[in-house]
């Protein structure tokens, strides 16, 4: 099983970016909540967003009306756009799947924000 991330790069503050996690085949991504984590540097890692098999959606606060969390079900894929992005929001991002309770990590892909 794996998902792969893909999208991350460098962006100028107020500028927006996509990204993208594939699962490969091996997870019932329509049973699998979805999540996308960020670490920025020096620091730990933090929830940024959620969604469940049902589409319901959950944001951290810094990103409540910037971010949004997505999925397509028929591609195996959870999406992440980014608005309004600001240098606070330089991180690497981590998609993560939890398929009733077993959880399975991404590869982190770099948003830079700088001017």
């Known amino acids: 099983v794996q998902l792969q991330a893909s999208g991350g790069g460098l962006v100028q503050p107020g500028g927006s970016l996509r990204l993208s996690c594939a699962a490969s085949?091996?997870?019932?991504?329509?049973?699998?909540?979805m999540a996308w984590y960020r670490q920025p540097p020096g620091k730990r890692r933090e929830l940024v967003a959620t969604i469940t098999s049902g589409g319901v959606t959950n944001y951290a606060d810094s990103v409540k009306g910037r971010f949004t969390i997505s999925r397509d079900n028929a591609k195996n894929t959870v999406y992440l756009q980014l608005n309004s992005l600001n240098p606070e929001d330089t991180a690497v991002y981590y998609c993560?799947?939890?398929?009733?309770?077993?959880?399975?990590w991404g590869r982190g892909t770099l948003v830079t924000v700088s001017s």
């Open positions: 993560n799947g939890d398929t009733f309770g077993v959880v399975v």
């Open positions: 085949r091996g997870i019932i991504f329509v049973n699998t909540r």
